[in-house]
């Protein structure tokens, strides 16, 4: 049974096809995921004094020049922090779930210039021989302007300087990753 005249056959499924590899082109990737970890040897209580002050993070990060709580309070579910950094970008962040007895926190990036959307990030501090390990990983899609290796590098690279902030603070030179 034909519900098409024989002309129409051929277009009718040349325009499938193009609609069924434009929707292919534009369904979502999976996630990006960095996870980074460094260890310190001092006691994680210490560290996460440090890394667990939400609002803190210009202490110990060397790309922070300052960061202000515009929104709750600090360490606080919902805080929204604002980050200027030393080249003079702004990143604003909101603290989805703080656990100090469990050393770890989550936040989300609200507006940034770095190339990622829908980017949520824990930090923990864990118990690792006599120091501790504080592990710092997220989940986030890039944006186009990039490819999936350069966001997960930039990423990663703002972790490891976290981390030789961290170190510094602390007064420890390079240890093992």
């Known amino acids: 049974m034909r519900f098409f005249p024989a002309t129409l056959h051929a277009p009718l499924a040349r325009a499938l096809l ?4 434009s929707l292919a082109a534009t369904a979502h990737a999976a996630p990006l995921q960095v996870e980074e970890s460094a260890v310190f040897a001092a006691p994680p209580a210490r560290v996460w004094k440090i890394v667990g002050d939400y609002r803190g993070i210009a202490d110990w990060h060397p790309a ?62 864990q118990p690792e021989g006599k120091g501790a390990r504080v592990v710092w990983k997220s989940e986030f899609n890039r944006s186009a302007d990039v490819d999936d290796a350069r966001a997960r590098e930039i990423i990663a690279g703002i972790y490891q300087a976290g981390f030789g902030g961290v170190r510094a603070r602390l007064g420890e030179g390079a240890a093992a990753k």
């Open 18 to 21: 193009l609609l069924t590899g």
């Open 64 to 125: 922070v020049a300052r960061t202000e709580i515009v929104k709750g309070r600090n360490n606080a579910r919902g805080a929204v922090r604002s980050i200027v950094t030393r080249d003079g970008a702004t990143i604003v962040e909101e603290l989805l779930a703080y656990e100090g007895g469990r050393r770890t926190l989550r936040y989300r990036i609200v507006e940034s210039p770095l190339p990622v959307r829908d980017y949520v990030s824990t930090l923990s501090v």
